[in-house]
């Protein structure tokens, strides 16, 4: 199941395309990131150059690996939910049998 889960996440099993649409506030975001990341690396020396590039890389595998999880656990939560809600035998009503029910 957890196979599974991650081929969904990582778009191997296509349930659809998709990409962020510009102008929107999560494409001012990325492209202010990318132009702080930019001034950031220009503004270090090359000794510490490298250790800032490492520590994005590394920033952004954690939030990858968090998201990943994010999304299994909400897939199982989601899961759990259709379970018990097709199988609680704990109430005390029962539905009422139509004519043509046998």
């Known amino acids: 199941m957890r196979?599974?889960?991650e081929s969904i996440?990582?778009?191997n099993e296509a349930?659809?395309?998709r990409?962020?649409?510009p102008?929107?506030?999560y494409a001012r975001l990325m492209e202010e990131a990318s132009q702080l990341e930019d001034k950031l690396k220009d503004a270090l020396s090359d000794e510490?150059?490298?250790m800032f590039i490492r520590f994005a890389e590394v920033s952004s595998e954690i939030?990858?690996?968090s998201s990943l999880e994010d999304f299994k656990a909400g897939v199982q939560l989601g899961v759990s939910f259709i379970l018990a809600a097709l199988h609680d035998n704990s109430?005390?009503?029962q539905p009422i049998a139509q004519p043509d029910d046998k």
């Open 15 to 17: 349930i659809s395309a």
């Open 48 to 50: 510490t150059r490298p």
């Open 9 to 11: 996440y990582y778009g």
């Open 23 to 25: 102008a929107t506030r």
């Open 63 to 65: 939030g990858s690996i």
């Open 91 to 93: 109430s005390c009503f």
């Open 3 to 5: 196979n599974i889960l």
């Open 19 to 21: 990409t962020f649409k």
